[in-house]
C-alpha cells in the first residue's frame, strides 16, 4: 500500500503535473477497509435517510422542482455538515496531507460534496466550467479539490474531463447560467473548444482520486453506463480566504443568497476592470 496511515507521498512527477496541467490522479489513494464506511454514509445521504436542508439535496441539471425520480445528478452540498460523523475521516486526514505537499501548511476544508449520476442518465452531464466561476474573487484563491471515485469511472459513465494547462489562463474564462436563472437552475457555463483545447479525461478505479485547481476548466458527460458513477469531492482552501467567504456570507451551500451577486457579479468587474486572474 502506498499510503503510510495519513501520510500519502507525492512524486515529484505528480507534483509537477498538478502545477503544470491544473490536475493530476492519485491512484490507491483508498483501500476498501478505508471505503467501506464512507460509502455506507455516502448512501445513506443520497437515500435522504440523513435530512439535508433545502437545496442542498438537488439534482445539478435540472430544475430546482425537479421531483427527485427524474434526478439526473443526485447532488448533496456540505455532507460533513448534516453527517457530521464524516467529520475527520481517513479521505479527509490523507487529502488534507496532499494539500500540504502541493500547496503548503494553513489549508483546510472549504466545503465537501456527494455527487452521483445513476446508470442509464445520458442527460447527467456537468457543464464546462471553472470552480472559480462559482466562488467569490478572493485575495488568496489558492484550492486543491479532490474527487474520490467510488466507482470506477470512465468515459462511458461519464468521467470528469479537464482543460490541460486552463488554469494558466490570465482570466477566467466567462461563464454563463445555463438557463439565465440561477434561481431555477444552478449551473454556470464556460466556452470550450475541442479543436483548441487539449482534454483529457480522469479514468479512475474505485478508490483512487483525481486533484484539480480552481482555475481548471472541466466537465463530465452522461452517464450511458449500466453502472453508477459516484464522486465525493473535498475541496481545501486557505484559512483565510474561507474566513473571507464566510464574512460574505458565502458557506458554499445551494442555499445561500449570496451566491449570483459575488461569484457572478465580481467576476464581471474584475474583466471590466482588466484585471488579471
Not at 512524486?11 to 490536475?23: I, K, M, Q, S, Y
Not at 484550492?143 to 468515459?155: N, P
Amino acid at each position: 500500500m502506498r499510503a503510510r496511515g495519513d501520510h500519502f507521498p507525492l512524486t515529484p512527477n505528480e507534483v509537477e503535473a498538478f502545477h503544470r496541467d491544473g490536475w493530476v490522479t492519485l491512484p490507491g489513494f483508498l483501500t476498501e477497509p478505508e471505503l467501506a464506511p464512507l460509502e455506507r454514509d455516502y448512501m445513506r445521504l443520497l437515500r435522504r435517510e440523513v435530512p439535508v436542508a433545502g437545496r442542498d439535496y438537488c439534482d445539478m441539471t435540472g430544475d430546482y422542482d425537479r421531483p427527485i425520480e427524474q434526478f439526473e445528478i443526485l447532488n448533496v452540498m456540505l455532507p460533513r455538515r448534516y453527517l457530521p460523523a464524516l467529520q475527520g475521516n481517513v479521505y479527509e486526514r490523507r487529502a488534507a496531507d496532499v494539500v500540504r505537499q502541493l500547496l503548503g501548511d494553513g489549508f483546510a476544508i472549504d466545503y465537501d460534496q456527494l455527487v452521483a449520476k445513476p446508470p442509464g442518465r445520458e442527460g447527467a452531464v456537468f457543464h464546462w466550467h471553472q470552480d472559480l466561476g462559482y466562488w467569490p474573487i478572493t485575495e488568496d484563491t489558492r484550492t486543491a479539490t479532490f474527487w474520490l471515485a467510488l466507482d470506477d469511472v470512465a468515459d462511458d459513465n461519464g468521467c470528469v474531463r479537464f482543460v490541460d494547462g486552463s488554469h494558466r489562463e490570465p482570466e477566467l474564462r466567462e461563464h454563463v447560467p445555463l438557463r439565465g436563472d440561477r434561481d431555477k437552475n444552478h449551473t454556470l457555463v464556460a466556452a470550450v473548444d475541442p479543436a483548441k483545447d487539449r482534454i483529457r479525461s480522469a479514468i479512475l478505479p474505485r478508490g483512487a482520486v483525481s486533484v484539480h485547481h480552481e482555475r481548471t476548466v472541466h466537465g463530465s458527460a452522461g452517464n450511458a453506463s449500466a453502472r453508477w458513477r459516484r464522486g465525493y469531492v473535498l475541496a481545501f482552501r486557505s484559512e483565510a480566504t474561507i474566513a473571507a467567504e464566510r464574512r460574505l456570507g458565502f458557506t458554499h451551500s445551494h442555499n445561500d443568497r449570496v451566491d449570483v451577486l459575488t461569484a457572478i457579479g465580481e467576476q464581471t468587474r474584475r474583466r471590466e476592470r482588466g484585471a488579471g486572474g
